[in-house]
């Protein structure tokens, strides 16, 4: 009966959007909204059938189910689909759907996605929950949601005639929250695919400030991991500060982590974390699972420490200028230690660039159509880093483009089913003007 109740409740919600706030829609759009409207429900099954797989990144079979259940939609609607088996770099494999991809002139357009959550089969948050207008479980968030509207947008550009012509690819990828190394193996069909494309879309949750503005995602930080393994003299305590044994490696991790944090803090969008350090005579650190242990005496001076963090950057070039700054730090080296800082790449950063602000506009005014308000652009610091990131450099982009939806990573996901049609709608009639 509750479940009724909150199916009728919904219903309502989507019969009161005002009708009249349509009028700047041309026929073919106005199509478009109501098709949303009417499919909203089959759309919520969609997210519910993924939610209800376990895809965490390192369970490969559930990843790829997750691919068996939305291919045969992409194959219904006309695409060419392929699956890009990764098992030979520990990863299950990404999906990718494409359509008149070798077509001249027009707007190529790119729309991602991902098949994996964060959540292994080992978690206790596994299963689809709907409550009134919102929906629970692993995904919901990031992004399953985001993944059935992808397809719902292709379905309601086919249903008005519109999808025949466009040159799209596809491209839902199968590790985004545990990256499979190396990344020219893990995204080369993806960056091939941002080198073809004129225009991303990334389809994770849009945010919204409570009931009220929804945002445009114009850039998203970049992130890297980084390790600092520093090593000192190992010798009888009493010896310390001595010219032959000098600070030992936890004086000079301390004093490095220091330095970062007195010198290369602070700058607009740069920051950085320390989430674990081990330091003694003698140290096992797992840097996979981010875990150790540690033996140390207090009458010893310490021979090892390591630091492991990451750090996020709005741009590339504040990447490098961090990394620069940071490895000045180090090479200062307390007496008899020594320190070597390396990054490990990550996820680049999708930097707030002029085209971007130009999709973000275009969006804007569809929204302000739709009755729903204008767009500004999200702060930067508000999201984390995503696969559009590897695309970037060679498109215009909107990430966000998902429904609204919040607490990803959680046990506290959470999706507002209201706003399903909204994002169907505005994705589809971006995609249909640009491709005008
Ligand atoms: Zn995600």
């Known amino acids: 009966m509750r479940t009724m109740l909150s199916r009728l409740a919904l219903l309502i919600c989507m019969a009161v959007a005002p009708l009249s706030a349509f009028a700047q829609l041309d026929a073919t759009e106005q199509a478009i909204v109501r098709w949303s409207q009417d499919n909203a429900e089959a759309a919520i099954a969609l997210i519910e059938q993924q939610v209800n797989i376990n895809s965490g990144t390192m369970n490969h ?34 999906l990718f ?59 309601a550009l086919a249903a008005v005639g519109a999808l025949d012509d466009m040159q799209v690819v596809v491209a839902y990828t199968g590790d985004e ?63 310390i500060f001595s010219e032959r044994i000098g600070a030992g490696a936890i004086f000079e991790a301390a004093r490095i982590l220091n330095e970062f944090y007195e010198e290369v803090r602070g700058e607009e969008y740069l920051t950085f974390n320390a989430g674990l350090i081990l330091g003694g005579t003698d140290i096992d650190v797992d840097a996979e699972t981010t875990q150790g242990q540690a033996f140390g005496k207090l009458n010893v001076v310490p021979r090892q420490a390591v630091v492991l963090g990451e750090i996020r950057t709005i741009s590339n070039a504040q990447y490098e200028s961090a990394q620069q700054k940071m490895q000045a730090v180090v090479a200062r080296h307390r007496p008899q230690t020594n320190a070597a800082l390396s990054f490990d790449g990550g996820y680049p950063a999708m930097s707030p660039t002029e085209g971007n602000e130009r999709l973000r506009v275009q969006l804007s005014q569809i929204n302000e159509e739709l009755g729903r308000g204008a767009m500004p652009a999200v702060d930067p610091l508000a999201r984390g880093a995503a696969d559009i990131a590897f695309v970037a450099p060679y498109t215009d982009g909107l990430a966000g483009m998902g429904p ?28 249909y003007r640009l491709s005008r």
């Open 61 to 94: 079979p559930g990843v790829k189910q997750v691919a068996e259940l939305l291919e045969p939609e992409l194959a219904a609607l006309g695409l060419e689909t392929e699956w890009l088996d990764m098992s030979a770099v520990n990863r299950s494999g990404h």
């Open 97 to 155: 759907a494409r359509q008149n991809t070798d077509r001249d002139g027009g707007t190529k357009i790119l729309m991602i996605g991902h098949l994996d959550t964060v959540y292994e089969l080992t978690d206790t948050f596994q299963a689809f929950e709907r409550d009134g207008r919102y929906a629970s479980g692993p995904g919901v968030s990031d992004m399953k949601s985001g993944n059935a509207v992808m397809i719902y947008a292709l379905k």
């Open 177 to 239: 929250e545990q990256p499979g190394r190396p990344i020219e193996t893990t995204r080369g069909a993806l960056i091939e695919a941002g080198e073809w494309a004129d225009v991303s879309l990334g389809f994770e949750n849009g945010i919204r400030a409570g009931e009220g503005t929804e945002y445009a995602t114009t850039s998203r930080r970049g992130f890297s991991g980084w390790q600092l393994i520093v090593t000192g003299q190992q010798s009888h305590s009493s010896q």
């Open 404 to 431: 609204a939806a919040s607490g990803g990573h959680t046990p506290n996901e959470r999706l507002d089913l209201e706003s399903i049609p909204a994002a169907i709608q505005r994705a589809a009639i971006l995609m």
